[in-house]
């Protein structure tokens, strides 16, 4: 980052302008929207200048450039459209104390000014560091819709309750009363006008004042297999609620990077809990932080109701008289099975699918092999690495055929995603070398390595 974001105060202080013409008043109507006291100095201005100094929104000064012009102006812009004028602006603006921009000459200027999305109070400021103006203007354009055109009032009169809204504890519970003011109640209201605006705000600290002593709430939400993409919208808004997330080890990181930038992330898989402690542990943990009030985002991989030890957390959390609620996710299977292209379940190959464990506390989980090993079945087999060859020994003893197709999708949806097909007959070789967590479709190959195999069938 070579360009430092920050909001500069303009109140009461001074800003110059070099330059009369197209660029200035391009650079004016932006700083017109401060409360800047603004200097303009050229020999000649624009007719749109010359009104703006007529409604006295601007002092002009009609002359070159002189040294003294941009003493005590916290900014200056050198916009003369001219590279010897500009050059000149930079030299005498720098020598008073101000920085300098020179418009359109990202390499002469001191600071630059964002592309800016105007909610006043709240201003977003897109900066690419001249890189990619095509890029800011999209990204301008996608928050101008996105941003409700009521969000400045929203936020005006937001700003006028900060001290009332100071009975409220600092920390989660104050936080819940503006994030239900800003998410629900507010745009509810703000269609009404500004009085509905501070009547509902009013109610609305009045009933959080009144359930101040309420216990936190447990999210228990699914991250998905890895690509934030596939995150639902519900998660992240729950990543953006946080005020502790507790996640598993198999949560991408790209998705931690989602959540709320004060929220305490703990890391639930490598403190060492180790096999039997650790859901215990885990629990303790959601259970500590929700009694405190906290909002608790209990993050796991892919969705929470597939291997992941829900009802254990649910049971805890009831036990502790918390609220909780799921957020469904993507699970690994369907991550994998979209990535070589094919379903889980077809029209006269399977109308059933199983999702399996390849093995469970106790060791390799016992399956029904039997109905298994029949053609056309399909399963995901989660945790499978470990027990491949032993799958693969009993399925063949049920008369599963060598040739079945099994899929090896290593760290689905991921930039690392790794996708071996393999057959029953080759599926210990073929899972020897993986490493990250790895998800096994029995009965699929990838479609076009389907296609591959029919083509061979016929030919034969
Ligand atoms: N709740 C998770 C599963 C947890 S069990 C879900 O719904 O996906 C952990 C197992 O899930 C891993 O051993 C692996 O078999 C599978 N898994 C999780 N994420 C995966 C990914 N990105 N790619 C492949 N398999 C994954």
Redesign the pocket.
Known sequence: MNHFPIFVALEGRRVLVVGGGDAAVAKLRLLLKTTANINVVAETFDPVIETWAAEGRVTLIRRAQEPGDALCCVLAYAASEDAALDARTVRLASADGALVNVVDNLEASQFITPAIVDRDPVVVAIGTEGAAPVLARKIKAELEAKLPAQLGLLARIGKTFRKAADVLPMGAVRRRFWADYYDHAGPRAADAGEDAIRDTLGDLLASHVAAEDRPGHVDLVGAG??DPELLTLKARTALDRADVVIHDR?VAPEILELARREALIIDAGKEGFGPSTAQGDINDLMVAHGLKGAHVVRL?????T???RLDEEIEALDAAGLAWSIVPGI??AS??VASIGQSLTKRGRNGSVRFLTGHDMKGFADQDWRALAQPGEVAAI???KRAARWMQGRMLMHGAAPATPVTI??????ADQRTIAATLATLPEAVADVTG???LLHGLAPRRAAQALAQTEIAL
């Open positions: 297999p890895g198999l796991k991989a892919g969705d929470p597939v291997f992941g699970t690994a991550a994998s989660y945790m499978g999708i290593e760290n689905a949806s991921r967590p790895a998800l």
